[in-house]
């Protein structure tokens, strides 16, 4: 089992700044793709970015894309999701996850083993 603990979320104003981290412990060598989602209320929880921990390739959701960027440190077992030109709609709580797996359906929750307990992202108009 891998434990994904969550940091970085809080309040901004639109058009402003944060940095997620995600922190990975436990059984990591396990561990191919990362990934972030996000889950406002009353809405599902949705993908926003993937990352593979070997290649470093990346994806994203088309609402994201451009404004948010994934990446990781091996060394650190962390991953970090750098977002920009935040806006309302981004308001949600934000997820890590973590997969066995290199390739599949990247944006699908199911493609994910482990969970982190959310961060609360508030963008503000």
């Known amino acids: 089992q891998v434990q994904l603990v969550e940091s970085g979320g809080g309040l901004v104003q639109a058009g402003g700044s944060l940095r997620l981290s995600c922190a990975a412990s436990?059984?990591?060598?396990?561990?191919?793709?990362m990934g972030w989602f996000r889950q406002a209320p009353g809405k599902e929880r949705e993908f926003v970015a993937g990352i593979t921990w070997t290649s470093g390739s990346t994806y994203y959701a088309d609402s994201v894309k451009g404004r948010f960027t994934i990446s990781r440190d091996n060394a650190k077992y962390t991953v970090y999701l750098q977002m920009n030109s935040l806006k309302p709609e981004d308001t949600a709580v934000y997820y890590c996850?973590?997969?066995?797996?290199?390739?599949?359906?990247?944006?699908?929750?199911?493609?994910?083993?482990?969970w982190g307990q959310g961060t609360q992202v508030t963008v503000s108009s």
């Open positions: 436990g059984r990591t060598f396990n561990t191919k793709t």
């Open positions: 996850a973590s997969s066995r797996y290199v390739s599949g359906t990247y944006a699908s929750s199911v493609f994910y083993d482990s």
